[in-house]
Nanobody, 127 residues
């Protein structure tokens, strides 16, 4: 089992920045990739970005590309999502997710179906 705990969500104004953290614990050696997805009220989950742990490669949804960036602290098993130039449409509950099977890592749109997810952290962007 893998446990994921998100933190860092907050309320900011348009153009502001936030850094979300995802602390992983448990059997993390079996995790092939991690990612973030978000869900706004009344909407379907939306994949935000995908991070391959061993290859250290990142992929982002078009809606956040150029504004959001992954980084990691391997020693602490923490994955960060730096978010800049935030917009009201970024408002959502943000979840961290982890996948064991590398073959299931390929599509940002499927991050919400990964093996493990955290409880979420709220990001609110006001205009």
């Amino acid at each position: 089992q893998v446990q994921l705990v998100e933190s860092g969500g907050d309320s900011v104004q348009t153009g502001g920045s936030l850094r979300l953290s995802c602390a992983a614990s448990g059997n993390t050696a079996r995790v092939s990739c991690m990612g973030w997805f978000r869900q706004a009220p009344g909407k379907e989950p939306e994949g935000v970005g995908l991070f391959y742990l061993k290859a250290v490669r990142s992929f982002y949804a078009d809606s956040v590309n150029g504004r959001f960036t992954f980084s990691q602290d391997s020693a602490k098993n923490v994955l960060y999502l730096q978010m800049t130039d935030l917009k009201p449409e970024d408002t959502a509950l943000y979840y961290c997710a982890a996948q064991r099977d590398f073959r299931m890592c390929g599509d940002i749109a499927t991050i919400s179906t990964f093996d493990y997810r955290g409880q979420g952290t709220q990001v609110t962007v006001s205009s």
